[in-house]
């Protein structure tokens, strides 16, 4: 008689045992995908800072050790513009958006005066204020450069975690 007993509670034990680890299975199955989806919803986030970054890096490449009038700073500032709107949003990425946009304004502010068609020459300390301001002009940018990498970065690091 025990042995008549023996099979159908065993097997019912191990039917339970496995409906058991199919429930857990399903838990840590279903934990997975809404872990997956949150960062993917968090990295869409990412997404248009993160192209107009590169833009932004793309424009001041174009600009290097080039003396530039304020008509040449167009694409930077509109983009500038683009980044300054969205970096108040963008609560894990302030600090360095700001950071961007500041840099951009101070590179922005370094455009050499228009030349003037009427003035064939230019005078010694003319020439050497250009100078000057041409090399703060190239400081500028490399200040930007790095802040656009460092919030790149900032981006790939926040995309991992």
């Known amino acids: 008689m025990t042995s008549t007993l023996l099979v159908p509670i065993t097997s019912a034990l191990g039917g339970g045992l496995i409906g058991v680890l199919m429930y857990q299975h399903q838990r840590r199955v279903f934990a997975w995908t809404r872990r997956i989806r949150r960062k993917d919803e968090t990295n869409a986030e990412y997404d248009k800072p993160a192209e107009w970054l590169a833009d ?16 040449d700073f167009a694409e930077i500032s509109q983009t500038g513009n683009m980044i300054d ?6 609560e894990a990425l302030r600090l360095e958006l700001r950071k961007v946009v500041e840099c951009v304004k101070d590179y922005v ?3 050499l005066p228009e030349p003037d068609a009427a003035a064939v020459r230019i005078g ?6 250009q100078l000057v301001q041409a090399m703060r002009q190239e400081t500028a940018r490399g200040e930007l450069v790095r802040a656009v990498l460092a919030a790149e970065k900032k981006i790939k690091g926040l995309r991992r975690s």
């Open 109 to 111: 502010a370094t455009a």
């Open 56 to 71: 932004l890096y793309k424009a001041q490449c174009r600009l290097t050790r080039k003396p530039c009038v304020a008509d």
């Open 85 to 90: 709107g969205i970096a108040d949003t963008t």
């Open 124 to 129: 010694l300390q003319q020439h050497r204020a």
